[in-house]
């Protein structure tokens, strides 16, 4: 397949422009290397003890099963060779130059691996660290990322950038960081909704594009009568709201049906795809039922 974008592995312009952001603009060159190499035909970042690769996750329409979107998950490891979870590698940096540089890091491999199979509709959902965008000046939320992202060659109406609200607690910072986000072209997905403490007059406030309801209701919607009358009720608020619903972590047909059902927009979970270094658009076109094996 012949792709729109031209692949940042092939632009050496491009290499060096993010080789020199990272290594010399914040003075923060990996301790046992350069941040970003290219092994095997992908992009990996080096962060002190850390190897940053990419894996991705189709979200599927919810009617056809067709790709609409790829999120980018982390798989990390240590330089032996010992994988640890996103969670750990993003609670190793203390301060904060090295939590902002290691989630714009992290974006930014992820955004060369996946230009470098994407066609220009295809968009990226990323996640961003809680502890980064309180660390960013107010008003500048997606200044630097625009440009990294840019050297990868996506646009920012490309992106959806995933926050989880529940874990940030100064409201006035997160309203600010995602009207910043949007005000630069970037959508916005607030992540796992419906756990900890998730509520709706923050999103009211906030105003998302995509909301992507936490995987817990699914399952008590599955297993309880009372839930699963509420679900279709919640996803009509979230449309009410002008965001689109997405239902994640689905892993058995009834759960496909039951989401269908209740009237999500698009689907994401281990039912469809595990997530993995290449893009799963050609192999999921063709399926049409959710118990076909595409893992």
């Given at each position: 397949m012949t792709?729109?974008?031209?692949?940042p592995l092939l632009v050496p312009a491009a290499s060096r422009q993010l080789m020199g952001f990272f290594e010399n603009s914040l003075g923060k060159p990996a301790r046992h290397?350069?941040?970003?190499?290219?092994?095997?035909?992908?992009?990996?970042?080096r962060f002190d003890h850390l190897r940053l690769h990419s894996a991705f996750q189709p979200l599927l329409d919810t009617a056809t099963l067709t790709p609409q979107a790829h999120e980018a998950l982390l798989r990390a490891r240590t330089t032996d060779g010992s994988p640890i979870s996103p969670a750990q590698a993003f609670a190793t940096p203390e301060v904060a130059d090295d939590i902002v540089f290691l989630d714009r890091l992290?974006?930014?491999?992820?955004?060369?691996?996946f230009a470098a199979q994407a066609d220009r509709a295809d968009t990226l959902y990323l996640n961003v660290d809680g502890r980064h965008l309180l660390h960013i000046e107010e008003g500048m939320h997606g200044r630097t990322f625009e440009?990294?992202?840019?050297?990868?060659?996506?646009?920012?109406g490309q992106i959806v950038l995933e926050?989880?609200?529940?874990?940030i607690a100064d409201e006035h910072r997160l309203i600010e960081a995602v009207a910043s986000y949007q005000a630069r072209g970037f959508r916005i997905a607030i992540d796992d909704f419906g756990c900890s403490h998730s509520n709706f007059d923050r999103l009211w406030k906030l105003s998302p594009d995509i909301v992507k309801l936490d995987r817990g209701l699914i399952v008590q919607s599955a297993a309880n009568p009372r839930a699963r009358t509420i679900l279709p009720k919640l996803i009509d608020?979230?449309?009410d709201l002008g965001a689109q619903v997405v239902c994640e972590g689905i892993e058995t047909a009834e759960q496909h049906a039951l989401v269908a059902d209740a009237g999500t927009d698009m689907v994401q979970g281990f039912l469809y795809a595990r997530p993995h270094p290449r893009l799963k658009r050609e192999m999921?076109?063709?399926a049409r039922t959710p118990d076909a094996q595409w893992a």
């Open positions: 792709h729109s974008l031209p692949s290397g350069h941040c970003l190499q290219v092994e095997g035909g992908e992009v990996v970042g992290c974006r930014t491999v992820h955004a060369f691996n440009a990294l992202a840019g050297h990868c060659g996506l646009a920012p926050i989880l609200e529940s874990g608020i979230l449309h999921l076109a063709e």
